[in-house]
Antibody, heavy 119, light 108 residues
């Protein structure tokens, strides 16, 4: 069974950069069969796709966040990461990592990690 | 980007009843690339339906999806106690992928 687990700080200060890591088990990122995505959900709001990264390092980001987002992948650790810069309170959300199929739906998700942006 | 509107926001039903959830898109979704997810608090969201009507692996046949163009729906034929949750639709016909705001199915 494929499992994904997010890790990272639960509290980050405004203007700083958020760094989250997703550890994958039950599948190999290196296989190249899937994309590896980040999705977030602000409190009381809907889900927002942030972007994906491929095993090769190629990526695609939501235009609404593109200027502040970068993703990376470490195939030796079977992990991928999200960096989101210039944080504001509006970035407070539960952040999910997920496995994205080649067509674009998400077949496995992590349970999410709450990140609060506050001084 | 494609905006998805889910209705109703909340559905109050009893176990054994039929649930019909709607997802309307602001424009036609290419190839009916719509998925449905179930989400319970603190758990990972679960893929139920992809490509509008294909059930994901291990999903009971009481869950079914239908629709095309800009109108899609998820039906739960007979609600089981474990089906009370929030349901989201997602389109992946045009980037950026987008989600609906969710429908909460609660116990009446």
């Amino acid at each position: 069974q494929v499992q994904l687990q997010e890790s990272g700080p639960g509290l980050v200060k405004p203007s700083q950069t958020l760094s989250l890591t997703c550890t994958v088990s039950g599948d190999s990122i290196r296989s190249g069969a899937f994309y590896w995505s980040w999705i977030r959900q602000p409190p009381g709001k809907g889900l927002e796709w942030i972007g994906y990264i491929y095993h090769s390092g190629s990526s695609d980001y939501n235009p609404s966040l593109k200027s502040r987002v970068s993703m990376s992948v470490d195939t030796s650790k079977n992990q991928f990461s999200l960096n989101l810069s210039s944080l504001t309170a509006a970035d407070t959300a539960v952040y999910f990592c997920a496995r994205e199929t080649t067509t674009g739906h998400f077949d496995f998700w992590g349970q999410g990690t709450l990140v609060t942006v506050s001084s | 980007e494609i905006v998805l509107t889910q209705s109703p926001a909340t559905l109050s039903l009893s176990p054994g009843e039929r649930a019909t959830l709607s997802c309307g898109a602001s424009q036609n979704v290419r190839s009916s690339y719509v998925a449905w997810y179930q989400h319970k608090p603190g758990l990972a969201p679960r893929l139920l339906i992809y490509d509008a009507s294909d059930r994901a692996t291990g999903i009971p046949d009481r869950f079914s999806g239908s629709g095309s163009g800009a109108d899609f729906s998820l039906t739960i034929s007979r609600l089981e106690p474990e089906d009370f949750a929030v349901y989201y639709c997602q389109q992946y016909g045009d980037s950026p992928w987008t989600f609906g705001q969710g429908t909460k199915v609660e116990v009446k």
